[in-house]
């Protein structure tokens, strides 16, 4: 089992930068890769960010050079960056480990979430 549990959320202005974080128990983060995920109201949820064992990264569209993901093996965890925030940022955020990549989305373990609010 792993347990996952982000902090960072809030509400903050447009163009306000947060950091998220996610920190895990359970199994080692090394060697597997962790995700970001959000989910807007009433929209499904959709992927943000991963970052592979090595630090490989890969983003959203949306996100894409305003989001930065990082990752701390030797804590267990695993960051993401947001810069120049926009209103449709606003969603909750979810952290995600990948282990035999059958569950949602190809991740097995998620985080309860930590909600950022954007306003305009």
């Known amino acids: 089992q792993v347990q996952l549990v982000e902090s960072g959320g809030g509400l903050v202005q447009a163009g306000d930068s947060l950091r998220l974080s996610c920190v895990g128990s359970g199994r080692t983060f090394s060697g597997h890769v962790m995700g970001w995920f959000r989910q807007a109201p009433g929209k499904e949820r959709e992927f943000a960010a991963h970052?592979?064992?090595?630090?490989?990264?890969s983003y959203a569209d949306s996100v894409k050079g305003r989001f930065t993901i990082s990752r701390d093996n030797a804590k267990n965890t695993v960051y993401l960056q947001m810069n120049s925030l926009k209103p449709e940022d606003t969603a909750v955020y979810y952290c995600a480990y990948r282990g035999t990549g059958l569950g949602s989305y190809g991740y097995d373990y998620w985080g309860q979430g930590t909600r950022v609010t954007v306003s305009s």
């Open positions: 970052i592979t064992w090595n630090g490989g990264t």
